[in-house]
């Protein structure tokens, strides 16, 4: 699982590193199936329930599940999620961050240090003894505190050889609740903080979310192992 996670995270610093206005969001997959096929593993999305593509990518008010397309073009000002996943060797690796491109507002750079941090919070819950309800609480009581809402509909996830597992990781919850965390867990945890109101709906395209009131979102994730110490966030590099 290390080795499917730095996979994913160095694909995913790939991607952002030929991030820049004027560019297709098509483009960026086409880089990353070709990324994530030299390192000799497959591109966990494509084909996933259907989704036609190797990385969502998702812009401004497009919360998550964006489909990538080569007439989608990336503009300066505009605030970019990228969510990857890997299949190595029976283990998956998943992995999503927002970025900038060019010159954002700064209503748009603090939704993103928020989301972040809100992440970072929640990665120092994911410690054997803790419950997951920490997990969540940390991400939601810092968000509402500084100003944003908290997606319902969309939440982490329990990770391993299936992309998808238990336990569901909730951006909300209460504190002192849920299942109590054990070393060997490992869960993706993923914020997905709104500018606006927490109501999201699905486009016509059957995958893509938006936020209902049209304001800005930011997703990030990591996928964190609970050790007998503490934590490993698999996914940073």
């Given at each position: 699982?290390?080795?499917?996670?730095?996979?994913?995270?160095?694909?995913?610093?790939?991607?952002?590193?030929?991030?820049?206005?004027?560019?297709s969001?098509?483009?960026?997959?086409?880089?990353?199936?070709?990324?994530?096929?030299?390192?000799?593993?497959?591109?966990?999305?494509?084909?996933?329930?259907?989704?036609?593509?190797s990385a969502?990518?998702?812009?401004n008010?497009?919360?998550?599940?964006?489909?990538?397309?080569?007439?989608?073009?990336?503009?300066?000002?505009?605030?970019?999620?990228?969510?990857?996943?890997?299949?190595?060797?029976?283990?998956?690796?998943?992995?999503?961050?927002?970025?900038?491109?060019?010159?954002?507002?700064?209503?748009?750079?603090?939704?993103?240090?928020?989301?972040?941090?809100?992440?970072?919070l929640?990665?120092?819950?994911t410690?054997?003894?803790?419950?997951?309800?920490?997990?969540?609480?940390?991400?939601?009581?810092?968000?509402?505190?500084?100003?944003?809402?908290?997606?319902?509909?969309?939440?982490?996830?329990?990770?391993?050889?299936?992309?998808?597992?238990?336990?569901?990781?909730?951006?909300?919850?209460?504190?002192?609740?849920?299942?109590?965390?054990?070393?060997g867990?490992?869960?993706?945890?993923?914020?997905?903080?709104?500018?606006?109101?927490?109501?999201?709906?699905?486009?016509?395209?059957?995958?893509?979310?938006v936020?209902?009131?049209?304001?800005?979102?930011?997703?990030?994730e990591?996928?964190?192992?609970?050790?007998?110490?503490?934590?490993?966030?698999?996914?940073?590099?």
């Amino acid at each position: 699982m290390r080795k499917a996670g730095q996979a994913a995270a160095k694909v995913l610093r790939t991607l952002s590193e030929h991030l820049r206005p004027g560019i297709s969001t098509g483009y960026l997959d086409d880089i990353a199936f070709k990324e994530i096929s030299s390192l000799g593993m497959k591109p966990a999305f494509l084909g996933y329930r259907g989704f036609p593509a190797s990385a969502c990518i998702s812009i401004n008010s497009e919360l998550v599940h964006g489909i990538p397309r080569s007439d989608r073009i990336i503009n300066s000002g505009d605030i970019v999620s990228i969510d990857l996943g890997v299949l190595a060797d029976g283990f998956y690796g998943d992995v999503a961050s927002t970025y900038g491109v060019g010159e954002i507002s700064r209503d748009a750079t603090k939704l993103l240090d928020v989301a972040r941090q809100s992440l970072e919070l929640a990665i120092a819950q994911t410690v054997p003894g803790n419950r997951l309800g920490d997990v969540s609480w940390a991400v939601q009581d810092f968000a509402e505190r500084s100003g944003y809402s908290i997606v319902r509909d969309y939440v982490g996830h329990g990770i391993g050889r299936k992309l998808h597992e238990e336990p569901p990781v909730a951006n909300f919850g209460k504190p002192h609740t849920g299942p109590r965390l054990l070393p060997g867990t490992v869960i993706c945890i993923e914020p997905m903080v709104n500018e606006g109101d927490w109501r999201v709906k699905q486009l016509s395209d059957g995958w893509t979310v938006v936020t209902q009131d049209g304001k800005l979102c930011a997703h990030f994730e990591h996928m964190v192992a609970v050790t007998k110490t503490g934590n490993e966030v698999l996914t940073r590099i």
